[in-house]
Nanobody, 115 residues
Framework: QVQLVESGGGLVQPGGSLRLSCAAS????????MGWYRQAPGKQRELVAR???????NYADSVKGRFTISRDNAKNMVYMEMNSLKPEDTAVYYC?????????WGQGTQVTVSS
């Protein structure tokens, strides 16, 4: 059974930081490309950051320089460090794992940026 379990969301003030974590099980984690997506109310789900199985990263323009994605294959974990958070970063953040035609999602974790 494949599971992606996110944690680390919460309420933070503008300019603050959060670290999201995603624990993967039931897959050969090291061969999967992993990513973080987000969905704000009334908007489509969008890619925030992706890290390939070989640790190549790419980011949405809106988060470049503020967010950092990383992975630990020994622990089957993917992380996203989020700094200089803005109110427009408020969304449910989802962990995603992809290998060719196989794709898995976590249940999401809420991030709210508000004063």
């Amino acid at each position: 059974q494949v599971q992606l379990v996110e944690s680390g969301g919460g309420l933070v003030q503008p300019g603050g930081s959060l670290r999201l974590s995603c624990a993967a099980s039931g897959i050969v984690f090291s061969v999967f490309d992993m990513g973080w997506y987000r969905q704000a109310p009334g908007k489509q789900r969008e890619l925030v950051a992706r890290i390939t199985h070989s640790s190549t990263t790419n980011y949405a323009d809106s988060v470049k320089g503020r967010f950092t994605i990383s992975r630990d294959n020994a622990k089957n974990m993917v992380y996203m460090e989020m700094n200089s958070l803005k109110p427009e970063d408020t969304a449910v953040y989802y962990c995603n794992g992809r290998l060719i035609s196989r794709e898995y999602w976590g249940q999401g974790t809420q991030v709210t940026v508000s004063s």
